[in-house]
């Protein structure tokens, strides 16, 4: 099993990224995917999921209205679309799955695979 996460780079406040997430050795849509991430001396925090029943999707309160987690079955993917990115959205950006979560969605020890991280740097 395998999650490929990609998209990351250095951009200015107020740009946008796009995050992939390609997976291999699992079928997305069977899980709860998820993008986490970790900023320099911080705790790994929540951003992002699908959730399991029914679709929806939740955010946390820091990237709501602002990042779109999307998934494309037919290509195993998930990606994250960040928009107007702020200094403080700089982090490493993770990926993960896990089996289907009906409580505790934001919870990363629910997640049982995890993607490398890629580095998204937003300067000021």
């Known amino acids: 099993v395998q999650l490929q996460a990609s998209g990351g780079g250095w951009v200015q406040a107020g740009g946008s990224l796009r995050l992939s997430c390609a997976a291999s050795?699992?079928?997305?849509?069977?899980?709860?995917m998820a993008w986490f991430r970790q900023a320099p001396g911080k705790e790994r925090e929540f951003v992002s999921a699908?959730?399991?029943?029914?679709?929806?999707?939740v955010y946390s309160n820091s990237v709501k209205g602002r990042f779109t987690i999307s998934r494309d079955n037919a290509n195993n993917a998930v990606y994250l679309q960040m928009n107007s990115l702020k200094p403080e959205d700089t982090a490493v950006y993770y990926c993960a799955a896990g089996r289907p979560i009906t409580s505790g969605i934001r919870m990363s020890s629910l997640y049982g695979y995890w993607g490398q991280g890629t580095l998204v740097t937003v300067s000021s």
């Open positions: 699908f959730s399991w029943t029914g679709g929806s999707t």
């Open positions: 050795g699992l079928t997305l849509r069977s899980y709860t």
